[in-house]
């Protein structure tokens, strides 16, 4: 049977939510897939003999590519997409994990109004605590998208025709998914949202999400440097963004 969708996964350090990310995936009720892993953390030849194991014993049958350095987990997406052979390209971070019917849901969804790119709605799992919120996907474009970011990454699905040349993850430690799908909604795609809570986004304390320099630094960067934004202009979008993140929290 041809593969209809690639699963894309960058792993850099914890093997534990890795483990629990690919059990979501062997639960799901759709089974036409293929899944991608990307080892970002060449340096550390320990966790990469524990993954070679933990995915020969209970994950067979997945395409493992090692970096010969760390390239972060952009660039890390971007080689498994290049190397996908699914019509449809799902991501997941490691430290992520789907509900068992997320794929064959949102597939679904997709193939009936002929949508190219979709994300849902998330849950939030504090680690450490109970407390949890629930992140709602709602349709954007372009301009509303300009002012915030709301939308979880491994809840998307696109199909793999959209990701080619400047179609990418750039080079960024943060925001780099934004900056994507600032491109491909400037291009003219609809972002699609589907209420329904499919995906769970853990909140992790050594998350790349957390430091506030560097969230700062790469919103300006995205405003100026990608959206060509003159300084002014990218530091009151920084501002806004910065607001409406804090607001959703």
């Not at 002929?114 to 372009?142: C, M, P, Q, V």
């Amino acid at each position: 049977m041809k593969i209809e969708t690639s699963i894309v996964i960058p792993f850099y350090k914890n093997l534990v939510l890795l483990k629990k990310a690919l059990k979501s995936i062997k639960k799901q009720s759709y089974k036409n897939y293929e899944i991608i892993i990307i080892y970002d953390n060449p340096r550390d030849h320990s966790l990469l003999i524990k993954l070679k194991k933990t995915l020969k014993n209970k994950f067979k049958k997945i395409k493992l590519i090692i970096n010969s350095k760390n390239i972060g987990a952009g660039l890390s997406r971007n080689k498994g997409i290049k190397l996908a052979k699914g019509k449809f390209i799902a991501f997941l971070d490691s430290d992520d994990y789907w509900n068992k019917d997320k794929l064959s849901i949102q597939l679904s969804y997709m193939k009936k109004y002929n949508i190219d790119f979709s994300h849902t709605s998330y849950r939030i799992i504090n680690l450490g605590n109970s407390k949890r919120k629930i992140r709602e996907a709602k349709n954007l474009n372009y301009l509303n998208l300009l002012n915030s970011c709301d939308i979880g990454l491994s809840t998307v699905i696109i199909k793999k025709k959209f990701l080619r040349n400047k179609f990418l993850f750039p080079n960024l430690v943060t925001k780099e998914d934004y900056v994507l799908w600032l491109r491909l909604s400037k291009k003219g795609i609809i972002l699609y949202g589907l209420k329904k809570v499919l995906s769970n986004w853990s909140n992790t304390p050594d998350s790349l999400s957390k430091p506030i320099l560097q969230k700062l630094k790469d919103a300006y960067r995205v405003y100026r440097q990608y959206e060509s934004l003159n300084p002014i202009s990218s530091i009151l979008r920084t501002i806004i963004l910065s607001i409406n993140y804090i607001k959703k929290n």
